[in-house]
């Protein structure tokens, strides 16, 4: 699988929005279960959001109703709104994919991913 590449990462208010991006080759050439992970200082690889290959969302409940991820299939693109950011979200972001479907659950799960990215930095103030 191929290397990703995120990118929008950057500094920002509590109570503003920020945008990531990460290109997937092979998004729409077949089927593609996508993710976005992030790990802050001195903490797991924790889920934030995800996408089945049926197009089925799931959420980290601390980010639900502010983050949105989205596909942009002209782009080969899969994308992270985040809106209403808190300090609690100061992280580095990693885009993952794998190939296939799978399901809400297991779309979680950081070892189902073959592809990652080498992380984009997110440093939320209050």
């Known amino acids: 699988q191929v290397q990703l590449a995120e990118s929008g990462g950057g500094l920002a208010q509590a109570g503003d929005s920020l945008t990531l991006a990460c290109v997937v080759p092979g998004l729409t050439s077949s089927p593609m279960s996508v993710a976005w992970f992030r790990q802050g200082p001195g903490k797991e690889r924790e889920f934030v959001a995800g996408?089945?290959?049926?197009?089925?969302?799931s959420y980290r409940e601390s980010v639900k109703g502010r983050f949105t991820i989205s596909k942009d299939n002209a782009k080969s693109t899969i994308v992270l709104q985040m809106n209403n950011l808190t300090p609690e979200d100061t992280a580095v972001y990693y885009c993952a994919a794998v190939p296939g479907y799978t399901t809400a659950q297991s779309v979680r799960d950081r070892r189902l991913y073959r592809s990652w990215g080498q992380g984009t930095q997110v440093t939320i103030s209050s």
């Open positions: 996408m089945t290959g049926f197009s089925t969302t």
